[in-house]
């Protein structure tokens, strides 16, 4: 009977013990997701930084450009390939006016014939940041 006892107390001991082995695997998974989540933060929040200088060129709004369209893709699972535009039309669905502002903006400053200005380029940076650190705040 006392055997009976002492084995019962060694699988709940042995229950518990997986229970906890568990718990402590899942935490860990999870913390190094939120780890990544906020380097992927600091890195967007460094890229646009690095282009946020004196002379902006035509390539410092390719990479823009570029940082902009991962971001969209990353984080709202926005086809690559849809255009400012079509970008824009989603957003005011969902009534993200900055982000519909941030489309409209950069597709005239993409594709007009008009030369690009220092002031556009500072404007969408700016409102890319707006827009990374209020989905940041979100997240």
């Known amino acids: 009977m006392e055997f009976i006892n002492?084995?019962?107390i060694l699988i709940v001991i042995?229950?518990?013990g997986i229970i906890i082995w568990y718990l402590y695997s899942l935490n860990k998974k999870l913390s190094n997701k939120i780890d990544v989540e906020?380097?992927?933060f600091i890195l967007y929040k460094k890229q646009?930084?690095?282009?946020d200088k004196i002379d902006?060129?035509?390539t410092d709004l390719?990479?823009?450009n570029k940082l902009a369209r991962d971001f969209f893709k990353e984080r709202f699972n926005m086809n690559y390939s849809m255009t400012y535009l079509e970008l824009a039309n989603k957003f005011?669905?969902?009534r993200f006016d900055e982000r519909v502002e941030f489309c409209h903006l950069m597709s005239d400053v993409l594709y007009s014939d008009k030369k690009i200005?220092?002031?556009d380029i500072r404007r969408l940076l700016m409102l890319l940041s707006d827009i990374i650190e209020d989905y940041q705040a979100l997240g």
């Open 117 to 119: 200005d220092t002031r």
């Open 56 to 58: 902006l060129t035509k």
């Open 92 to 94: 005011k669905e969902d």
């Open 62 to 64: 390719e990479k823009l």
């Open 38 to 40: 906020k380097n992927r």
């Open 6 to 8: 002492i084995l019962a």
């Open 48 to 51: 646009l930084k690095e282009l």
């Open 14 to 16: 042995l229950i518990l």
